[in-house]
């Protein structure tokens, strides 16, 4: 299906430049972009996909992977307060 429409010039600047960044011609970044919106949101499953990946391949234990959690958890609040 071919679909043709308007952009505002401003928005045209932004669909070049974020094709650009992507390594993508223009028309190729604004089909997969309406094609990603048509999917509709993904799980959270789908979203954790990678990180289960890596953290699996990584061999890391069940215990192991809490205290990384943990960890990030406690510098995220330490460095709450020290902004407060």
């Keep these: 299906m071919t679909v043709e429409f308007e952009l505002s010039p401003e928005f045209e600047v932004k669909l070049r430049?974020?094709?650009?960044?992507?390594a993508k011609d223009p028309a190729t970044f604004a089909r997969e972009a309406v094609e990603e919106k048509l999917r509709g949101p993904r799980s959270f499953a789908?979203?954790?996909a990678p990180i289960h990946k890596e953290?699996?391949?990584s061999g890391m234990t069940d215990k192991e992977l809490d205290?990384?959690?943990q960890q990030a958890i406690d510098d995220s609040r330490r460095e709450r307060k020290l902004k407060a």
């Design 17 to 22: 430049e974020r094709a650009n960044a992507a």
């Design 46 to 48: 789908e979203i954790l």
């Design 55 to 57: 953290v699996e391949d």
């Design 67 to 69: 205290s990384l959690i």
